[in-house]
């Protein structure tokens, strides 16, 4: 049985990938190699634990071989993989069914779900130092190696943004003001255009009496949306931007009705209730003609002029 303290064979992938073997030296055979190290992913990720048919695999690796070339292939690098992992990490049922073996090989991928499962997301976060294989691409390889690449790639980056928003929320919950604005911190720059997010940062900033710091993290969206979009930011970011920022100029910094920082004396307050600063929203969802076997331009139309309507009231 594996224990815990025993060496083992480390695969980081969040990120740069990296091999390390139990002594601890980097094995650099499987970097120059892009298909071994596509290969020892794929059999890590795919099915952990479980096993793969070898012509399964087949078309992903090797897509122009024929099945007889293929199959060598496929059995040579197995080969060269047991030398260089050891051959109890490559595993066969039978004569047409390979896998890896969940002991004797950590992987950062799945030790940042097993960390997530068990009610740690700032151990998982810290293991993410990148996107899934960071740089990597398979050149001559099946098409649908790279759509099950990046949508591992897709997925995990998702996970690794709601690990930080919910421990921005964790924070904020327990009062660690400073805390909740290193986690929204820390998800803003994953994101610079992410409105929704750019507003929980300053918010958060305001409530740990940051507030003058609130306008750098607006420079850094409009940037942002200037260079790769070519758009400005939406007048309501600017607005609540210009408050918040407003709130601790030329004061000190108090506690408002609402329970957030604020500058006592002075006007510029944000108003708890809906004002402005907190406009109303409405979502218009497209339409369907029921029964018709068109699409029908009619219900586009529609769907269009409702949105330029509402556009022009000033309360939306």
Known sequence: MQLESDPVTELRILGPAELRLPDGTLEHSFLAGPKRLGLLTYLVLRRPGGF??????LPLFWPER??????????????????TLGAELIVNRGRE???????GIWCDALAFHRELEDGRPEAAVELYRGELLE?????????AFDQWLGGERRRLRRVYLEALELL???????????????????????????ARVL???????????QGVKVGEVMELHTRALEEELGMEPAPELVELAGALTRVYRGGRAGRGPDG???EEPGPARVPSSRSALDPLCVAVLPFEELGATDPGAFADGLHSDLLTRLSAVEAL
């Open 168 to 194: 921005a929320a964790n924070a904020a919950g327990e009062g660690e003001e400073m805390e909740a604005v290193r986690w929204w911190r820390r998800r803003f720059h994953e994101d610079r255009l992410d």
């Open 97 to 103: 069914e390979v896998g890896m073996a969940e002991e």
């Open 52 to 57: 793969h048919r070898r012509d399964s695999l």
């Open 260 to 262: 957030d920082a604020s």
């Open 199 to 209: 507003e929980e940062l300053m918010r958060s900033l305001r409530r740990a009496g």
């Open 135 to 143: 740089g990597f691409h398979l050149v001559d390889g099946d098409p």
């Open 66 to 83: 024929g099945q007889k070339d293929a199959r060598n292939a496929l059995s040579n690098m197995l080969y060269h993989m047991r030398r």
